[in-house]
Structure formats: structure tokens, C-alpha cells
């Protein structure tokens, strides 16, 4: 009978989270994963069987998380304001030391473009998940299909923008700026629309 496994899966997927959230996927080598996760190789092989497995495992739970986020905006019905207070509060006035971060998916999918197609398609795929929550929160707000989609996309590429930028550690007051200046727009949109169904 084989050795039973001592430790935490959860806690060491977290472990391995925050470490391909802070480095990228190339910089977290197997001996550093081993490192932060508290395991050894055999146990780290017998559980997760490799690194992109253990990653694509990771992406699943960090999906988990940011989907809580999702329910949490919008169980109570949901307008541009609550998401433009949601983002205030992640990307201004957070004390989050991981707000500077980035978000992991759009993070790696950039650095393993054109260097690991088989992930990326994974990582595109969980981010066009995201894009469909987008969506239908506009849905949800009375906006016609083809619309609620333009402004789905529309808040998926400027959150991605928010990301990269936040993670440059560009000035809060900056970037509160063009968190107004977006939902200004997104807010217009939808009045615009809601004054075409009156």
C-alpha cells in the first residue's frame, strides 16, 4: 500500500495559486512549486501528475473564486452602478496587497502567447466565461441582446486594461479616473437604451 499523502490539497493549491499569480507560469519551476506548497517531488507527481495539470487545476479554483465575486454583484439585481462601486472598491480602495496583481488568467495568457498553445486556448476559453457573466449583466438591466453584448465586451477588455495597468502600480487617483470615465459611458448606453424601450 502506497504512503498516505501528509498534507492539505486545498492549502497547497492555494499555495501554488498565489505563486503562478505572482511570478507567471514559467518562473514557478517545479522546485519553487514544491517549495511554497510544502511537498516533496513524489508526493507533488502522485497527487497532481505535472505542472500544467496542477495549473489547469489552479485555474479551475481561481475561476471558483472570481465566480463568488460574480454572485455576490449581482443576486440582488444588478445596475452600472454596483459594478462601477465593485470596481472602485477592488481596483481604489482596497487594501489588498493582491489588487496590485493583476488577474492571474489574463496575466499568463499574455505571457504564453505563442509559447504554449494548449494553455492559452484554456486560459481564452475560462475568460470568454467571464465575458458571458458580462453580458448578462446588461441582460439583466433591461438591454437588448446585440447591445448587452457590445458592452459585455466592451467591460471585458477594459477590466483586463484596469488589471494590467493596476498591476503596473499606476496612481490609485488614476485609475479611479478611468474607472469614472468608463461607467460614465456604460451608464450612458444603457439610460440610452432604457429612454428607446420608454
Not at 446585440?146 to 459585455?152: E, H, M, S, T
Request: net charge neutral; proline share 3%.
Amino acid at each position: 500500500m502506497g504512503r498516505h499523502l501528509e498534507f492539505d490539497i486545498p492549502t497547497a493549491k492555494k499555495a501554488a495559486i498565489k505563486l503562478f499569480w505572482s511570478k507567471g507560469y514559467q518562473a514557478a519551476t517545479l522546485d519553487l512549486l514544491c517549495d511554497r506548497m510544502q511537498i516533496g517531488r513524489s508526493s507533488f507527481y502522485a497527487t497532481f501528475k505535472d505542472k500544467k495539470s496542477l495549473f489547469i487545476d489552479c485555474i479551475d479554483t481561481y475561476l471558483d473564486g472570481i465566480n463568488k465575486d460574480h454572485l455576490r454583484i449581482s443576486k440582488n439585481g444588478i445596475s452600472v452602478e454596483d459594478i462601477r462601486e465593485a470596481y472602485l472598491t477592488n481596483f481604489v480602495h482596497t487594501q489588498n496587497p493582491r489588487a496590485h496583481m493583476g488577474c492571474m488568467l489574463v496575466n499568463i495568457a499574455v505571457e504564453l502567447a505563442d509559447v504554449d498553445d494548449e494553455l492559452v486556448k484554456i486560459l481564452r476559453d475560462k475568460l470568454e466565461v467571464m465575458d458571458t457573466w458580462r453580458i448578462e449583466w446588461f441582460v439583466q438591466m433591461g438591454c437588448p441582446q446585440p447591445l448587452a453584448k457590445r458592452l459585455g465586451h466592451y467591460l471585458s477588455v477594459f477590466t483586463e486594461g484596469l488589471q494590467m495597468s493596476s498591476r503596473r502600480k499606476i496612481p490609485r487617483a488614476q485609475l479611479q479616473e478611468v474607472i469614472h470615465t468608463g461607467f460614465d459611458f456604460l451608464a450612458a448606453e444603457v439610460h440610452t437604451a432604457d429612454k428607446s424601450h420608454a
